[in-house]
């Protein structure tokens, strides 16, 4: 039998409202949720947000998006507009000094705005100044340092005019047992410090071989300083190693006169210390001193004799 739609609808209704009522006989529409209720459920959303990992850059700002209270929503980050200067201008080797005040971390960003520009050379002294006058930190040096040890193969040497050169001579004194080995090995390494002080520092060696230390299978001893030209000129500290391996023994000498170099800088100059060499020697002198040192030690080795004044 069927239900005549005049019926089937009222108890449609019926059913719904009965429902609905039963429902929410006992809820409170119009008094609002007290204090405690509200602070639980604003805890219960904040926990359901998700964290952002992201790390702000050091140098960027964060301001809240424009229009918005709320400050969970997305920041933007507004950077600094990097100041080029006059790139007509030839670079020196203190070029970007009176930047080091200002930090490493805007010299880096200076130093990639010049990259971008194709400038390397001026790129490549704002590296170097992060090292040897900024306050840097260990990310930020390790940074340069990979930016200098690409930009540097790819430019010439700075001083290219033999006679501008500062003279240094670096002195060994060893025994019989690499008499007959260790000038070709200096003759490399002459060359590969002029090198890597970019021609600013042209190297040359005294070989004293030592009659009293015996040819044997023990370690034997060198003995490594560096000086200027004169006779009187300045010298850096002796420093010494042992060997009786002649496959380490180019590796050894330039470890040491990396430290030699880097040493004298640290007494004679007010410059940051050059990054300790954690790896090869070679990229060490490469890299870690910066051209400007090199010149620097150039100079401590051969001081200017004071002008005499005409009477």
């Known amino acids: 039998m069927r239900v005549p739609i005049y019926i089937a609808i009222p108890l449609s209704l019926l059913t719904i409202f009965l429902a609905w009522w039963i429902g929410t006989r006992e ?15 604003r805890s219960e959303a904040l926990a359901s947000l998700p964290i952002s990992k992201s790390r702000k850059d050091a140098i960027s700002i964060v301001v809240p998006v424009p229009g918005s209270d709320d400050p969970l929503s997305d920041p933007l980050e507004i950077f600094e507009p990097v100041e080029i200067g006059d790139l007509s201008v030839p670079p020196t080797l203190d070029t970007y000094s009176d930047r080091a005040p200002d930090g490493a971390a805007k010299l880096l960003r ?47 040497l ?63 001893p060198v003995a490594l300083w560096i000086t200027g030209a004169g006779q009187d000129s300045p010298s850096t500290d002796v420093l010494s190693f042992t060997t009786n391996d002649p496959e380490s023994l180019r590796n050894d000498l330039l470890k040491t006169v990396f430290n030699l170099v880097r040493s004298h800088l640290t007494k004679a100059t007010s410059y940051n210390p050059a990054p300790e060499a954690v790896d090869e020697p070679l990229p060490a002198l490469k890299s870690n001193i910066t051209r400007l040192l090199w010149n620097e030690f150039g100079a401590s080795l051969n001081p200017k004799e004071p002008e005499k004044a005409d009477h």
């Open 110 to 156: 200076l130093a990639a705005a010049l990259e971008n520009r194709g400038a390397f050379q001026r790129a490549l002294l704002a590296y170097e100044r992060v090292l040897d006058l900024s306050q840097s930190n260990p990310e930020q040096i390790q940074e340069a340092l990979l930016s200098i040890r690409q930009l540097r193969p790819t430019l010439v």
């Open 158 to 220: 700075w001083n290219t005019d033999a006679s501008k050169t500062h003279p240094a001579i670096i002195h060994i004194g060893t025994g019989e047992k690499f008499a007959a080995i260790i000038p070709v090995i200096l003759e490399e390494i002459t060359n590969d410090l002029r090198s890597a002080s970019s021609g600013l520092v042209g190297f040359s060696f005294k070989l004293n071989i030592g009659r009293s230390i015996q040819a044997t299978d023990a370690p034997t």
């Open 27 to 41: 809820i409170d529409f119009l008094t609002p949720p007290s204090e405690a209720r509200l602070g639980a459920i």
